[in-house]
């Protein structure tokens, strides 16, 4: 397996991707000698971010896959640089590329909670659970500055709006104020990934996400400020942590989760390169397995995208960590249905100037 385009290891340090190739849309960023052989030092790659208004921050899906129609981001890309992550090819529309653009290159919405109490005003909207997390993670760590996250969950609260928040960023305590008041009404509830215990291997694969002992630090002060949260072992990772799945849940359930959940590793588009870029470097005595249990559970392909399929794949592996997954969450007490999170108290909240109701 040869790098595509790589780049050295000490520009890209602390970075998940190997390389920068261009995406779908991009006209190509293969960087070409001068003729001068002149040793001199390549800066390492900064975090930049650049900043949009989007006409609309509610994001509408119809995926059967998936249990919400509605999801909210803050940002474009992720500096967490999880090399997995299925939402890199989404830079390719910015023209950006799915490589280390992804983690580097990142777009906040400052104006994205007043906007999306516009739309929650309009008269045809109609409530339903809002999602934050799904596409690049609201807690990663510019928000620690920008506060987007945090003034989008004020207006789901002043609107008693229900929402659902998968994150790994430990930053989600500091909203516990709000979020613990949201719960406490049936409208909140967090999802924390938890890919691997291995710290070392998780600093490879999500070299800017918290350690995974902080992950579950985060549940348990989520859960003693009464806010309910489903541990998800997301992306199982075939031949290098599928492993620990029974450890991960336990350890989960011990820090105060009343849910889980798993997803297989996907890899869509450019992900799939790059995916196998990272293998060749951290993992080659792996690769071959990997890639191999991964071809094997979607008809000899690196990813089958149809729905009812992605998520999980098919086949006598697939089945395996399904069955191991059930036997975990009964065994740790991870299996009771939870209750779901209540729209009957949406209510913009009035304005000034707002003619007042008599009754």
């Not at 800066?43 to 998936?66: C, K, M």
């Not at 109490?117 to 993670?137: F, Q, S």
């Not at 990997?290 to 992605?310: F, P, T």
């Amino acid at each position: 397996m040869q790098t595509r385009k790589g780049i050295e290891e000490s520009r890209r340090r602390g970075r998940g991707a190997t390389s920068n190739a261009a995406g779908r849309y991009d006209l190509g960023r293969e960087e070409v000698a001068d003729g001068w052989d002149i040793p001199e030092d390549r800066p390492a790659f900064p975090t930049r971010v650049s900043y949009e208004t989007p006409r609309s921050v509610i994001s509408w899906n119809r995926s059967p896959d998936l249990p919400f129609d509605r999801s909210i981001s803050p940002y474009r890309g992720c500096e967490h640089g999880c090399i997995y992550c299925f939402v890199r090819p989404t830079h390719a529309y910015l023209g950006l590329s799915p490589g280390l653009d992804f983690e580097t290159r990142l777009v906040a919405r400052p104006r994205a909670p007043e906007v999306l109490e516009r739309e929650l005003r309009a008269k045809t909207y109609r409530v339903a659970p809002i999602a934050m997390g799904t596409n690049t993670d609201p807690y990663q760590p510019i928000d620690r500055d920008l506060k987007i996250t945090r003034r989008c969950l004020r207006v789901l609260a002043d609107f008693s709006h229900p929402v659902a928040i998968v994150t790994k960023g430990v930053l989600v305590e500091r909203d516990l104020d709000i979020l613990s008041g949201m719960a406490g009404r049936g409208l909140a509830r967090v999802g924390i990934s938890v890919t691997t215990l291995d710290a070392a291997l998780a600093r490879r694969m999500e070299p800017r996400a918290p350690s995974p002992a902080r992950r579950l630090a985060a549940i348990r002060a989520l859960t003693r400020a009464g806010v309910p949260v489903r541990l998800m072992v997301s992306p199982v990772v075939p031949g290098l942590t599928d492993h620990e799945l029974e450890a991960i849940i336990e350890a989960g359930a011990r820090a105060g989760a009343d849910a889980a959940s798993w997803i297989m590793l996907r890899l869509p588009r450019e992900v799939s390169p790059l995916w196998q870029d990272w293998l060749a470097e951290h993992e080659p005595g792996r690769a071959a397995k990997v890639m191999a249990r991964l071809r094997e559970m979607h008809g000899g392909k690196d990813y089958d995208a149809r729905w009812g399929h992605r998520m999980r794949g098919q086949g006598p592996y697939a089945d395996m960590v399904a069955r191991r997954f059930r036997a975990a969450v009964r065994r740790f007490g991870l299996d009771a249905p939870t209750l779901p999170l209540r729209d009957d108290l949406f209510r913009p909240p009035a304005r000034a100037g707002d003619q007042l109701t008599l009754f």
